[in-house]
């Protein structure tokens, strides 16, 4: 199974903080890589599919990068409704593995 | 309504056997691709299984591989996960979720999850 390893695990931030998470595959995933936004309760949202390609209709806020084994995730200006966790996702191989997950709180 | 609906969770002991089951509905479930995720307490998802629309073609992540055997009904529009030797770290919430038609591999939903605990 890929691996995935995603930092930092936890962070807080201040409304308007520009936030970046950070991924690392165990072997070349190309750029088959998703983010997603979990709220307590709720199915996961998907952000960013293919490392960099915005869902519609979510923010331009976010954003992402990378190809291979390093991807990053940016929220440029947090917002109090970005409060939830979030997870990158490898879609190379199946099963499609998670990271760790990064609990973004606010300040 | 796009709906998963998992059931069977429990109270089992090390080395016990359990049966999930996940019921869809609002879909046509023999068009998506189905995947069971977990999360253990205090810790992240993790994809433990994904399963092709017919169910021809199923993978399991190497921490359950062995042990656990997923199954599709598409006539019952059902989903069956049987779990043996299962251990504490299987502890967890369990996540029958779907995977969105355009994008591989992107979640779109997920049921409520139900909880298995391993313990003696």
């Known amino acids: 199974d890929i691996q995935m390893t995603q930092s930092p695990s936890s962070l807080s931030a201040s409304v308007g903080d520009r936030v970046t998470i950070t991924c690392q595959a165990s072997q070349d995933i190309n750029n088959y890589l998703n983010w997603y936004q979990v709220k307590p309760g709720k199915a996961p949202k998907l952000l960013i599919y293919d490392a960099s390609n915005l869902k519609p209709g979510v923010p331009s806020r976010f954003s992402a990068s990378g190809s291979g084994t390093d991807f990053s995730f940016v929220i440029s200006s947090l917002q109090p409704e970005d409060m939830a966790t979030y997870y990158c996702q490898q879609y190379e191989n199946p099963p499609y593995s998670f990271g760790q997950g990064t609990k973004v709180d606010i300040k | 309504q796009v709906q998963m609906v998992e059931s069977g969770g429990g109270l089992v002991k090390p080395g016990g056997s359990l049966r999930l089951s996940c019921a869809a509905s609002?879909?046509?479930?023999?068009?998506?691709?189905m995947y069971w995720i977990r999360q253990a307490p205090g810790k992240g998802l993790e994809c433990i299984i994904y399963?092709?629309?017919?169910?021809?073609?199923?993978y399991y992540a190497d921490s359950v591989r062995g042990r656990f055997t997923l199954s599709r009904d598409n006539a019952k529009n059902s989903l069956y996960l049987q779990m043996s030797s299962l251990r504490a770290e299987d502890t967890a919430v369990y996540y029958c979720?779907?995977?969105?038609?355009?994008?591989?591999?992107?979640?779109?939903?997920w049921g409520q999850g139900t909880l298995v605990t391993v313990s003696s």
């Open positions: 609002g879909f046509t479930f023999s068009d998506y691709y």
């Open positions: 399963v092709s629309s017919s169910g021809a073609t199923i």
């Open positions: 979720a779907r995977e969105e038609s355009d994008l591989v591999g992107a979640i779109d939903s």
